[in-house]
């Protein structure tokens, strides 16, 4: 289980995160929610270990992220995707994928490298397993990212904004692939402005706003009027993120 | 006087010693500047009393004359009880000063890096020494490699100053031919398009290189 | 007896030899700057064979040490045209054809920054060339080129220091005449350095106060 405790993050002068406290229990689809700036991809950053923690505690099945020898072992239980990918510019996608099972959890190369291209195959990269991050779109750089991230078997995934950077159709593509990993029961802690994706793959949506958390319910209630929805911040987000007509 | 290069043909021998002579030195000097900047470079980019360090001995080599240098190492060292012939003076004065130069490039090298890529190797659970070993080090000798190549193209121009502590590379052997012809124009003229045509070849040679080793960084880019 | 102690004279020797060679870099810098630019100016309106032949010579004192440059100007050409040049002449012709050479790569790459549609629109306007120099092309390029032509000056202090090889007095020669009498060169040759350390970062610190108040009236390139 991850759970965050009373979490503080400042950045100089503001208070990026103010006693957020959060569990993610294997099994779960936690989608957190919320506006640019609200804190939500500091919190992954915090669990990742990242970011170094102002207040609060954080553990990856009991292991202490703030102790840098617990961090190390919690870092193999976890996984990332983020953003903007990261991949590694200088390798080859099928590197990019193998390096870390091979290097930090020091297994064969052959078992790891057929193992990748089962990952690549899966989301439909099997021909580019010799290309390099810069001759993929970026969709399928994402796709790498996810592959990257699954490679080591982590029981939590983390994502940090992953379609972000995407054009609709490369969302589409990225959205597909975790959607099908959330009804194979993987353990997520997503981040997104995915509204309707979240809604459908995620079993509990917090909500953050101005580094507190302020809602934390079951996906159900989040968007009942009478529960989730009858708070003004999350109406108020919601109307905003999706506007009449343009979203399914 | 007629400008005759035919003068310099029976002086070969000499110069070609002296060629082979600044090949050597050279080649010690590129491949200790590369070492020593690689280090300082990375060193550079640390907050900490090693990178005040780095940073304050690339300022010293940056800013004082080379001729400076190696006389102070040729000269003012001996007085110091320390002895060093002309030639591992040559070699220790092109290491330390291309290595000064080398360490700037490796460290802007090192800083182009995004933080994101580095920041994925992190939690992925990499040692810090595997980071740097197989993500920042190839990245940003990629990077540096173009710059890189322009100073040592510099280091085997500043070989020429070695001549000035009496060692016989190519400067010092044309210095010879020049007395010995009484044709110092025809002498310092192949010289100088010698010289020329070498870092010509040198700067071809690592832009080949260059376009090789990032074929696949460069096409798109970012997303 | 040997007069081996340092003494206040010697002070004076070396201010004298610092100011020599600040004297000769100045005044080789400036006229560097104006024939590089001036080369650079004929380059860009693409004058046939004048732009090609300026541009190979420059590339070839860019591409060779300046040593051998020396040696070619001070040795070389007395002997071709049976007229001695006195070291200061050789000095001053030689550093500032290599300034030239420099400032003529610094300036190309600024003009060629500043885009051929603006140079088009300014024609368009019934600029004349003139005209299009001095008020479209040369405030931008120059502000473009401020930066590597600080890192260029500060360069073309240090290579002052070769001059003392054809025996004019500078700083660098100064030393030799200190270390010759006193027999102290490790203390000597460290004065020297330190003198010259801090005659180049006094030299980036004026260079970057300019640089300041150069962009704070050019506007950056671009819109």
Known sequence: MIAVEGVVKRFGTQTVLDGVSLTVAPGEVVTILGSSGSGKSTLIRCINGLERLDGGRITVDGLDVANPRQLAQARRLSATVFQLFNLYPHMTVLRNVTLAPEVVLKRPEPEVAAEARALLASVGLADKADAYPAQLSGGQRQRVGICRALAMNPRYLLLDEVTSALDPEMTAEVLAILGRLASQGTTMLFVTHEVEFARRISTRIVFLDQGRLIVDLPTADFFDPARGLAHPRINQFLSKMTPVGERP | MRFDLTVLLPHLDALLAGVLLTAEVCALGIVGAFALGTGLGLAATTHGWPGRLARFYVDVFRNVPFVVQVFFLYYGLPEVGVYIDAFWTGVMALTLVGGAYASDVVRSGILAIEPGVVEAARVSGLSRLSIFRRIVLPIALRTALQPLGSVFVNLVLSSSILSMITLDEVTGAARGVAAETYRPFEVYAFLLVAYAGLTYAVSLGVGALHRRLNRHLVAGGRA | ?223
Do not use: C
């Open chain 3, 1 to 223: 007896m040997r007069h081996t102690g340092f003494t206040v004279h010697d002070g004076l020797l070396l201010a004298q030899g610092l100011g020599v060679s600040l004297g000769l870099f100045a005044g080789t810098f400036a006229l560097g700057l104006v024939l590089g630019s001036a080369a650079a100016v004929v380059r860009h309106f693409r004058v046939p064979a004048l732009g090609a032949a300026l541009h190979a010579g420059l590339e070839l004192l860019r591409n060779s040490p300046v040593l051998v440059q020396l040696f070619l100007v001070f040795f070389g050409i007395p002997a071709l045209i049976h007229q001695p040049l006195t070291p200061v002449v050789a000095a001053g012709v030689t550093l500032s054809a290599n300034t030239a050479a420099f400032v003529y790569f610094i300036a190309v790459a600024g003009l060629d920054a500043v885009g051929r549609d603006q140079v088009e629109a300014a024609r368009v306007y019934g600029f004349s060339r003139a005209q299009l120099v001095r008020h479209i092309l040369a405030p931008q390029a120059a502000a473009f080129a401020l930066g590597p032509l600080v890192g260029l000056a500060v360069n073309q202090l240090q290579v002052t220091s070769l001059v003392s090889v054809i025996g004019v007095m500078d700083l660098t020669k100064a030393g030799d005449i200190l270390n010759l009498r006193t027999l102290r060169p490790f203390a000597v040759w460290t004065m020297v350095g330190a003198l010259y350390f801090a005659a180049a970062k006094g030299l980036t610190l004026l260079g970057h106060h300019w640089e300041r108040r150069l962009r704070a009236h050019a506007p950056p390139l671009g819109f």
